[in-house]
């Protein structure tokens, strides 16, 4: 019996690449105006649908709030870069000139998380058709039905648009075998993960080129010379959003100790519980981390105001985060906790602040924050912590690109370093030399 499963499941997988690998081979031949064309073709298709696959996605993950969701649905639409990403470069001489450019890997082998899994697919299949590859996209468990419900959609806008099929091919299972058979056949190019700390350990052991977005736990410093009103503001929309299970989020806030009186204020002014008793603390402890400290998973994900009911608390208003004064090694400052309940670790100055600050980061190099008006800090904080994105005076939601400059990536490359993932990203450098001269200068 177990020949047979295993048996069907090299033939599934088999079936989807060569079907991926035939797409790629007629997408090859067609213009980058094809692709162009393809791309404007699924953010037209999508965008009637957004309300409803974020409603579907919510349904289905029991995470976030339907609200967030739209907006990072339409952040993946919008700001995404496209085949203007792929700019080439040229070197010229007496000797000849030398051509870079971008191309396609072949198939490409996407797989997605639960905290972000329709934005991420929308995000990964412009950018790596953009950059002229076939996706097999292999959705999470937790967003099985709405993430094959969005890959028709995508499958209908480019179908329309050029005819080609299956250029982006959806597994209906997540199984670890079938993912182990797809990073291990030869026809597949690249491994793109985004995830948990499971994922990255099984895609990292490919013996294909590998991109992974992996584990992280964002903290936010927080000193004497910081704007307070705008730091607070900044926090609590950054923690509070999609109820903190962006892996961008702030999961933590190490502050100056002279400022936490004028800064709790400011936090509170912004719907936010702030906890420093010691019989409140326990309350929301148990209800978020079990005897393990680990996080509670019925509780990843779930708003502010279900999580001080189920630890028993009446805030009195409407709360959208969750404060708690801590210390540096309490396990809910080490424990990436999915969910909108931040603790707050006091340090005497910045440079301790800085030290607790990469202590409770735990050199995943993901993302961190710093509020401050001092440039010397600013940069020095930035060396130090140096992240994959860094914030300064700014919501974490602005290393994405809402409400900053930053283009929109969902796949954060923290572990093999790419940073924000782009078409570039997914596309290999070659270069193409004409001798003999080339130049006109």
Known sequence: MDYNIQDKQIHIVNLAVCASLKAFEEYSSRSLNCRRDIISAIRIKLRPYIQEIAEREYAETCMGNVRDKIIKL???LDKTPGVEDL????VTGDNGMTLHEHSPYGIVLAIHPATNPCATLI???ISML??????????NPRCMETSLFLAEKINEAIQETCGIQNLLITMPQSRNEIVTEIINHPDVALVVATGGRKMMSHALCSPKRVIAGGPANPVAIVDETADLEKAARDISDGASFDNNIMCISEKCIVAVESIIPEF???LEKNDVYYIDNEAEMLQITKTVL???MKMIRKMEGKSAMEILQEAGINPGRHIRLVVMRTFAKHPLVLEECLMPVVPLVSAVNFDEALETALFTEQRYRHTAMIHSQRIDRLNKAAQVMNTTLFIKNGSSLAGIGLNGEEKTSFTIANITGEGLTTARDFSCKRSCTLTSGFSIR
């Open 74 to 76: 339409v952040m993946a």
């Open 87 to 90: 700019a080439a470069e040229v």
């Open 123 to 125: 995000n990964n299949v």
């Open 130 to 139: 953009a950059a002229g590859n076939s996706v097999i996209s292999i959705p």
């Open 264 to 266: 709790v204020k400011e």
């Open 290 to 292: 079990n005897h393990d």
